[in-house]
């Protein structure tokens, strides 16, 4: 699994670098077929009232990609919700992948053949 945490206008310290690696925890403890995840964590100065935080990630699993981004006003509450966002859609991808309730291509047309007697 690779790993890239990076920052845009924003260094990115050893203690937001533990905190997403904490927090990616719960994720990779769901799915263990996570092949790359990319983190951007940036800060937007709009307005010195409005300046917000925003935690971006791109997880490529086997079989799809999946982005979640949030934004909040505290850079660790963005994270929080970023990682409650990509568990929810890793456990849902998860669910799919494992779901075997399908019909076989057999009884697709609704008929099934016979043997001649």
């Known amino acids: 699994m690779n790993l890239t ?3 845009h206008h924003l260094e990115v310290t050893p203690a937001l670098r533990e905190y997403v690696l904490t927090k990616l925890d719960r994720v990779t403890r769901h799915f263990d077929q996570v092949v790359d995840i990319n983190v951007m964590l940036s800060v937007e100065k709009l307005k010195e ?3 917000r935080q925003k935690a971006e990630v791109n997880v490529r699993v086997k079989g799809k990609d999946i982005y ?3 934004a909040h006003e505290d850079l660790y509450a963005a994270i929080d919700q970023l990682m409650d966002k990509l568990d929810r859609q890793v456990i849902k991808h998860k669910a799919r992948l494992q779901e075997h309730h399908h019909e076989s291509p ?3 047309n ?3 053949t016979e043997a001649p007697q």
Request: net charge positive.
């Open 49 to 51: 009232k409005e300046r």
């Open 106 to 108: 057999k009884r697709l």
């Open 110 to 112: 609704g008929a099934v």
């Open 68 to 70: 979640c981004e949030s």
């Open 5 to 7: 945490i990076s920052g």
